[in-house]
């Protein structure tokens, strides 16, 4: 399946859910914006769709219709689509995994992104249908995978990755989130969940941290309202950091989409 409109695709995918990969997803969006590329976020998190919350949308915004085609919502400088733009915020989706990987295919299909270079695709925690959907069907430029240093995450974190693997989608770095809490009282630093995890993922896959993002309150409250920390505090050290994934992730897939060099036989 090729999409219309879009350059590359960049899939953030975790091995389960809680660990703030739809966080990473908006911000990575709005980060790649901010460095002046043209973006698309696509919540596929069919179950369980928040882009729209995260990212200011209003409840009840319907996309516009183009002949057989929807138009992405714009938000913040970037185009967003997503389940939860048509349908109930309080209707759930009781799907068996067929029905679900058909309705992402059909939201794929459907939806008009405007010369977008990068699409950032928000995927649902796991390795099931909708995630082999978009990794089979989709032509996906590489993935990013979010995970927390706590062993159970990094076991689930191993099993998103091996996926990507198996269908050769490149790997393009690990987002370890809540890695660290700092007291906003005395500043005192503990890691509550474990420390060193994504490290030795890193090392294991022969990849790199993108990123070790604290557990903050702030990024929540933000998230939460709308404003994530890319756009509500553009100067801070959380929306540095996502640039920084924003830079080493175009600079990676700059790398592994750059042709190789032409050997020309010729007869003397």
Known sequence: MTLPGVKRIIAVASGKGGVGKSTVSANLALALA?????????DADIYGPSQGLMMGVPEGTRPNVAGEYLEPIEVHGIQVMSMSFVTSDRTPAVW???MASGALQQLLAQTYWQ??????????PGTGDIQLTMSQQVPLSGAVIVTTPQDIALLDA???????RKVE????GIVENMSMHKCSECGHQEAVFGSGGGDAIAEEYNTTILAQLPLSMSIREQSDGGKPPVLS???G???ELFRTVAQ????MIETVQKPGPRIQIVDD
Do not use: Q, S
């Open 34 to 42: 901010a460095e002046g590329h043209t973006v698309g976020l696509l």
């Open 96 to 98: 068996r995994g067929p």
């Open 115 to 124: 010369k977008v270079d990068y699409l950032v695709v928000d995927m649902p």
């Open 158 to 164: 191993r099993k998103a990755i091996e996926m990507f």
């Open 169 to 172: 989608v490149p790997l393009l």
């Open 233 to 235: 505090e553009p100067d």
């Open 237 to 239: 050290e959380i929306a």
């Open 248 to 251: 080493k992730v175009h600079n």
